[in-house]
């Protein structure tokens, strides 16, 4: 554009009857004046970037009652898609699949010594509680074991009794956030604000109001352990760093010391937990207690001489099969390779994993804000919370979802439920326990995998349908068994692809229901 056109250049125009002096001056204040500038413009061309980053970083949020497996769900994210970080905090884990272990061995005690004694089942006098289908019979309560049998079963205890000090050594390893849960432990509340909304408390059945057999159970098996945060694997991981204190390395290398006697202790007692877990008549005192250990968080009983050698280090699906409880919020990071360019361009990930229990919910919150999608694992229709033995998981979920799926904070979100632990669901119902039992509404309908299944998808369907705000907002069902990571593989990829063959795709109210 010719100077002359230019309405601003006038007011640029250096001084005509500028001096040699001046012009020097002037060009030296123009320098700086563009220094200013030019640090102005990168400064927001940094801040920019940071924007535009946070606005590519995908946030997801994994939300729902505790043990309905969030943690697991994120050990496959972590399996997929963090290879090297799992290989490197891999063999950290055998510590808490030798407690897991050592847990069942000693809640099976429990349940010996319960029936040594006499002690009937805690659930008997509840008798609207009697209609729970039984194999056993319930009059049949009452210890009738042979002084041989009690002898052989006693025999149990005195052997695998240092197995009670492995306990305390693998808790006192894990972190003083070690601690056990009693069912009271944590109040319950009688609502949960999500945002605006508040989470809706269902009275569960009648029935079920009352402490059911199976929380009962639970306490006669132990409680499981609870870690708190990261503090463990911060202390296993980073505690090797150079630069630690000696004073440090002198307790890592105590706990080496221990680490090796845990693992003495546990081959010692490999064969003799063994005989007890395919002892006969523990079978049968565990059948008749209604006890299926096979369903309990971190069940290692089939893999006894395998994790109680001394050279014993994990497997992946070790790991992916243990429990630790979660409590607070812990962060993890991923690359994923993004679905719709052939690039190789990775987008960064990062995965809220929460604890799943009452109290702990509040604490959910403040991660509503931003985040792309929420994983929500729902499982198990027959017990109750751990935390209130008066709330079925099924009507907890459902609560929850319902809070979940109507936050105003959260209408942009994408929604994910895992109707998870299929493969304990198809269990169960195989051993005849009966879905409508718990689920009145069910009625009669066949007490088989696909019915039930079709029920659960609709009730969280409809849910979905009747409290999502915003008609754009996409959520997704997926029946998923998040300990088959090769079937979780594949529905991590169909998610992130948005495939809609696999899964209950719901982009809006208008969608028919059947309810
Ligand atoms: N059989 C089976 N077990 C499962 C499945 N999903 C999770 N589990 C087990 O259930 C237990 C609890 O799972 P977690 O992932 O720790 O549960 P969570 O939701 O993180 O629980 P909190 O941390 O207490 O909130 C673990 O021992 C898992 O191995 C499943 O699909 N099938
Ligand atoms: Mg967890």
């Not at 319950?188 to 057999?213: C, I, K, Q, T």
């Not at 877990?277 to 096979?294: A, F, G, H, Q, S």
Request: hydrophobic share 35%; net charge neutral.
């Amino acid at each position: 554009m010719p100077e002359d056109s230019d309405p601003f250049a006038e007011f640029v125009r250096p001084p005509l009857n500028e001096t040699p002096s001046e012009r020097e001056a002037r060009k030296i204040r123009e320098a700086e004046e563009k220094h200013v500038s030019d640090a102005i413009d990168e400064q927001i061309r940094q801040e920019k970037q940071i924007l535009q980053k946070q606005k590519a970083l995908i946030k997801i949020l994994l939300l729902g009652q505790s043990e309905s497996g969030k943690s697991t769900t994120l050990k496959n994210f972590r399996l997929e898609y963090a290879r090297g970080e799992w290989e490197a905090e891999k063999a950290s884990w055998r510590a808490v699949i030798q407690l897991n272990l050592v847990r069942s061995i000693l809640s099976i005690l429990g349940t010996l010594q319960a029936e040594i004694d006499g002690e009937p089942l805690l659930e008997l006098d509840d008798t609207e509680s009697a209609d729970i289908p039984l194999d056993g019979n319930d009059s049949n309560l009452s210890s009738q074991l042979s002084g041989d049998e009690v002898q052989h079963l006693q025999m149990f205890h005195l052997r695998l009794s240092p197995l009670h000090r492995v306990e305390m050594d693998l808790k006192l390893k894990l972190g003083a956030g070690t601690e056990e849960l009693t069912s009271m432990d944590e109040l319950p509340e009688s609502s949960l604000s999500l945002g605006n909304e508040n989470y809706p408390y269902e009275a569960p059945d009648s029935r079920h109001m009352v402490r059911s057999r199976k929380s009962r159970r639970r306490k006669i098996q132990g409680e499981e352990m609870v870690v708190r945060g990261l503090r463990w694997r911060e202390f296993l991981s980073y505690g090797r760093r150079p630069g630690f204190t000696e004073r440090t390395r002198a307790s890592l290398d105590m706990q080496d010391a221990a680490d090796k006697s845990v693992a003495e202790i546990l081959a010692g007692c490999s064969d003799d937990m063994k005989m007890l877990w395919t002892n006969p008549t523990v079978r049968d005192i565990l059948k008749k207690r209604r006890i299926e250990m096979e369903n309990n968080a971190g069940f290692f009983l089939n893999d006894i001489q395998r994790i109680a050698s001394v050279s014993y280090l994990p497997s992946d699906d070790d790991v992916v099969r243990s429990r630790l409880r979660t409590l607070g919020v812990q962060e993890y990071r991923i690359f994923v390779n993004s679905s719709h360019s052939n690039s190789g361009l990775k987008r960064e990930w990062v995965i809220y994993d929460v604890g799943g229990s009452r109290t702990m919910r509040r604490a959910w919150i403040p991660f509503f804000e931003d985040v792309n999608a929420i994983i929500f694992p729902v499982s198990c229709f027959d017990e109750t919370l751990l935390e209130d033995a008066f709330v079925n998981r099924l009507n907890d979920s459902i609560g929850l979802w319902k809070a979940v799926i109507s936050s105003k904070m959260l209408q942009n979100t994408t929604m994910v439920c895992f109707l998870n632990k299929c493969d304990i669901l198809k269990r169960k119902l195989r051993n005849g326990i009966q879905f409508s039992n718990y689920v009145r509404d069910y009625g009669s309908r066949a007490n088989d995998i696909t019915p039930v299944v079709k029920y659960i998808k609709e009730r969280f369907k409809n849910i979905a349908i009747k409290y999502t705000v915003n008609e754009k907002r996409m959520t997704y069902i997926y029946t998923t068994s998040v300990t088959d990571t090769k079937a979780t593989a594949t529905t991590l990829r169909s998610g992130k692809k948005g495939e809609r063959e696999k899964s209950v795709l719901l982009t809006s109210r208008s969608e028919s229901t059947d309810n």
